[in-house]
């Protein structure tokens, strides 16, 4: 069981679309750089397909994840950095595949003129709580 306390609609706010308002807990901080859709050497993977790109991004997140004792049960926080809004619906269904969603984090998206590549969709970024 998780550390942490998860409040997905604090009175008085309209519920999130698959995010929680609130999440604290007590423990490790744990801070994950933005992760982007690159394999172990340094390859983009799914140039314009932003499913394949989603699915990257999460595996380096779990990896990055595990190297610090934790899982996505411990996330807090994430951020989403799109180049374009439209590739949300593939990002979230690939999200979904990770996180329980009774218990999920807060979390940003934010559009961005773009990445550190030009051919990259999505960077995400997590920050988690380890009990």
Not at 24 to 36: L, T
Not at 58 to 64: K, P, T
Not at 68 to 73: E, H, K, Q, S
Not at 106 to 114: E, F, L, P, T
């Amino acid at each position: 069981m998780s550390p942490l306390t998860h409040i997905a609609t604090p009175d008085g706010l309209a519920p999130g679309n698959g995010f929680s308002h609130v999440v604290w807990g007590e423990g490790r901080f744990v801070a994950v750089s933005g992760q982007v859709a690159v394999d172990a050497d340094g390859k983009v993977v799914g140039e314009g397909d932003p499913a394949a790109q989603a699915r990257q991004v999460f595996a380096n997140l779990q990896r990055c994840l595990e190297g610090a004792g934790a899982t996505f049960a411990d996330v807090v926080k994430f951020t989403f950095f799109v180049t374009d809004l439209s590739v949300m619906p593939a990002l979230r269904q690939v999200r979904d595949t990770y996180l329980d969603p009774e218990r999920l984090p807060a979390c940003s998206a934010v559009q961005v003129a773009g990445l550190v590549r030009p051919e990259l969709l999505i960077e995400i970024e997590a920050f988690a709580v380890v009990g």
